[in-house]
């Protein structure tokens, strides 16, 4: 009788595994075609992020990563930036930029030299002005994990400019950190599978408001709101002590442009900024005649695309330059 019932376990057991086998190598084979938004996500944190025990940071891009998310190639150099190495110290006359900001700074979607970080700092250059820069951009970034990365990654490679990039998301808490599981870990069709059952299970529910979401984020009282604020004034700080100029730059979220359902968000944003003296350049006005669903990474992940790239990076353009002519005027950078 026991052996009877230890073969039923057994071949129960194994006709699981081998349904589950199927499953993941369907899930592989077919369902992965290179642009399944929770798959791309589950590469990216497994094969380029990694936990960062900083409680200010709490994670970041690995040294020398290599992956392919979203059909582009991402690298990153020994330092973790997605940008060309660079030395710790600037040739002499080399005026350096610093971008720093979360998976809209990273180009999430699109290649490193359709990046507006990329195509500034090569438009510069092909202008003939001598830049060098990097790319501290990590997705799931808030303002406060990007203070804190750039006082520990960024800082040391004295940039004279900081262009800070803000996304209305920046608002948000600190993201917790919770062991993963080996399935997590290791199983696409897991991934895929638990991804689906959670949004049948949100259709089943109170949908959402998502505008409602961003803007509770900018409630007086909300914690990640005043953290932000605080890391706000934090760059400024920062950029007026160690003799850096400092820019924020604010990309629009592009599901709305016109009209754009968060200009009171961004009316908020722009007070903290300027209120600390520093320049705050809204990108809206650069996009908000052009049909939204043609600036996306795809339709189900609205991330800026190549063309959206473009025009933020002519529009962040005029502001940089000025900066460089003040700093070729003033210290012989830039010119």
């Known amino acids: 009788m026991k052996g009877k019932f230890f073969a039923n376990v ?14 993941e190598a369907f899930t592989r084979l077919y369902l992965d075609d290179g642009l399944l938004y929770e798959l791309e996500m589950w590469k990216y944190a497994r094969e380029v992020k990694e936990r960062d025990y900083n409680p200010e940071i709490g994670h970041r891009h690995r040294a020398n990563a290599h992956a392919q998310l ?12 997605r940008t060309p190495s660079i030395p710790l ?54 303002t406060r994990q990007e203070l804190g990365a750039y006082k520990a990654y960024g800082a040391k490679f004295k940039p004279d400019i900081i262009a800070l990039v803000y996304f209305i998301n920046d608002g948000e808490p600190m993201p917790t950190y919770t062991e ?12 895929v599978l638990n991804y689906r059952i959670d949004s049948l299970l ?39 002590d160690s003799g850096v100029k400092l820019i924020v730059f604010h990309i629009p979220e592009l599901h709305e442009l016109k009209p754009y359902p968060f200009q009171d968000v961004t009316n908020k944003v722009r007070g903290v900024v300027e209120g600390t003296g520093t320049p705050f350049y809204d ?18 992940d609205p ?4 063309k959206a790239e473009i025009a933020f990076a002519k529009g962040m353009l005029p502001p940089i330059v000025e900066a460089l002519d003040n700093l070729c005027k003033t210290e012989q950078k830039g010119c």
């Open 10 to 23: 057994v071949l129960v057991v194994g006709v699981l595994a081998v349904c589950f086998a199927a499953l």
């Open 70 to 81: 979203m059909n582009v190639d991402v690298r990153t150099d020994e330092n973790g930036f």
């Open 89 to 142: 110290q600037a040739p002499p006359g080399v005026a350096r930029i610093a971008f720093v900001g979360d998976s809209v700074t990273m180009g999430w979607g699109v290649a490193e030299q359709e990046t507006f970080a990329r195509q500034v700092l090569d438009t510069l250059k092909k202008q003939g002005r001598k830049v060098d820069g990097f790319n501290l951009g990590v997705g799931n970034w808030n």
């Open 180 to 191: 993963t599981s080996w399935l997590s870990l290791h199983s696409a069709a897991w991934v």
């Open 202 to 240: 949100r259709s089943f529910s109170e949908a959402p408001d998502w505008k409602k979401y961003y803007r509770d984020l900018y409630n007086p009282d909300a914690d990640g709101w005043k953290k932000t604020r605080e890391a706000l004034a934090g760059f400024a700080t920062l950029a007026k």
């Open 283 to 300: 990108l809206l006005p650069i996009v908000e005649n052009m049909e939204p669903s043609t600036l996306w990474v795809t339709v189900p």
């Open 303 to 306: 991330h800026p695309n190549g």
